[in-house]
């Protein structure tokens, strides 16, 4: 994958799972921590060891799994019946046994594994000359995990599952949290030998150890000391607190960096966001996806900006949501402001108060202060919309075009039937429903004449007169006629 990485080293990622303590019908690996897969998570920390391949094994859910890492070199090894973690490995025994060198196996669910720690397992490994290598640790409540069981003379015999486990081993406080690197010859060889003699039946990764250990293979282990950097993610509990932590950690790090969060713990920022040096974040923000904002942009209270675009200067105001966006550098959107699906909005403008925009692009220095309806629009440099101003977009069939040129002026609760445009430094009159184009420098009025009835409310006061049997009277205005009775 990366000619400047280790060579004769390919991975393969275990996450064929459902984990059923999810309670989810979606495979586990695939459940985001701080916005991002899992999985994708641990191919990240694989991938910049720079092997030469690697295999993720796939089952519950293979397609999801598919898509949501398509955008990578991986491969993928289908396992079609889950057996346990050996039957796993037994089901890329096809892809290895070409191959000389190592394997490094880790499982999909440690989202929090690092490059660096990976490294020091290999390194350890090919320096060592072990035909297998593992990491472990020590914990003081090791319930769930399997113990690493060595004997006399301190050598690794066996790694014992918690429900194989004796009353004795389960004192033991070494775990084997799931990441080895092995020596694929000697690996395909062993594979051979694996039973499902066990209580669950299954075929156990951790066996191998056993099995090679027996044939006098050097195994060796490198103890590290976080656990917490290898903890799995078996339940909703453990994946919140997962996020938790890194999002605090990613925090810290944007903070060092120059970005000022009124209260990080009310900030929410996924890790594969990009935040710009001066900004202010308020409580309530959230940043999802792969947004950039830029430097010294403002966001305060409740704001939600995803796989978006903020300039540098830009601030978003309280309750306002971005999605697949660009707002231009000096601009300000919101309060309550709702943009999405590929807005761009241009440099110095005023998007206001609950104006929604939608597949539009808008120029710069334009502002549409409150209260508007911007869909399929095309509107250029320095242009007013005024209040309760909508373009109609869809005929019931199709979505159609509004084209606003450069320094026209739409007077308040203007409704724009697309196609149409209006032309430059042209006028649309208040309350006007515009069908037809405006041309440069024209003034578009289009409503009824107003009537005023002089003396109409005294009149009504006393009494009808002739002809005001026509007129509605007071109480009825705004009052529908009552339906027949159908019996």
Request: charged content about 25%.
């Amino acid at each position: 994958m990366n000619p400047a990485g280790m060579p004769d080293l390919c991975a393969l990622i275990l996450a064929a799972g459902k984990g059923t303590r999810m309670m989810s019908e979606r495979a586990k690996v695939l459940h985001p921590v701080c916005g991002v897969p899992m999985l994708k998570l641990v191919y990240r920390a694989v991938a910049s060891l720079g092997p030469d391949d690697v295999f993720i094994v796939i089952g519950q859910d293979a397609e999801q799994v598919r898509r949501t890492m398509e955008a990578t070199p991986a491969r993928f090894v289908l396992q079609e019946k889950q057996l346990g973690t050996g039957h796993a490995v037994m089901a890329a025994r096809k892809q290895l046994s070409s191959r000389g060198g190592d394997v490094l196996i880790l499982y999909g669910d440690t989202p929090r594994i690092r490059t660096a720690t990976l490294r020091k397992l290999i390194d350890h490994h090919r320096r060592s000359g072990s035909t297998a290598t593992l990491l472990t640790t020590r914990v003081s409540e090791p319930f769930g995990y399997g113990r690493v069981v060595r004997n006399k003379k301190g050598n690794i015999s066996a790694i014992v599952e918690e429900r194989d486990a004796t009353a004795e081993q389960k004192l033991i406080t070494e775990i084997n949290p799931g990441f080895y690197c092995f020596q694929i010859p000697a690996l395909i060889e062993a594979l051979g030998k694996l039973t499902n003699d066990n209580a669950q039946k299954e075929y156990y990764l951790t066996d191998l150890i056993a099995i090679e250990g027996g044939e006098g293979k050097r195994v060796d282990a490198i103890i590290h000391e976080d656990f917490e950097e290898f903890r799995g993610i078996n339940t909703l509990g453990e994946l919140a607190e997962a996020s938790r932590i890194m999002r605090e950690a990613r925090n810290l790090e944007h903070m060092a960096s120059g970005v000022m969060m009124i209260d990080p713990d009310q900030t929410y920022i996924d890790l594969d966001v990009e935040v710009g040096r001066d900004v202010t974040l308020y409580p309530g923000v959230c940043l999802e996806g792969s947004t950039r904002i830029g430097e010294g942009a403002v966001l305060r209270r409740g704001c939600r900006v995803v796989d978006s675009t903020i300039g540098p200067g830009a601030e978003i105001l309280d309750s306002s949501l971005i999605t697949d966006s660009e707002v231009g550098a000096g601009s300000t959107i919101g309060p309550s402001a709702h943009l999405r699906e590929r807005v761009r909005v241009g440099e110095n403008c005023r998007i206001g108060n609950f104006v929604e925009i939608k597949k539009s692009t808008v120029g710069n220095g334009t502002v549409a202060a409150h209260l508007s309806y911007l869909g399929d629009a095309f509107v250029g440099d320095n242009v007013n919309i005024g209040a309760g101003t909508i373009t109609c977009n869809f005929d019931g069939l199709h979505k159609n075009v509004t084209i606003i040129e450069d320094n026209a002026f739409v007077g308040t609760a203007a409704q724009l039937v697309a196609p149409v445009r209006i032309g430059k430094r042209s006028y649309v009159a208040a309350g006007s429903c515009i069908t037809k184009d405006v041309p440069a420098g024209a003034l578009a009025i289009s409503r009824g004449r107003q009537v005023n009835k002089r003396g109409w409310v005294e009149r009504r006061k006393k009494g009808p007169r002739k002809g005001d049997d026509k007129l509605p009277q007071l109480h009825q205005l705004g009052r529908r006629k009552p339906r027949p009775d159908r019996g």
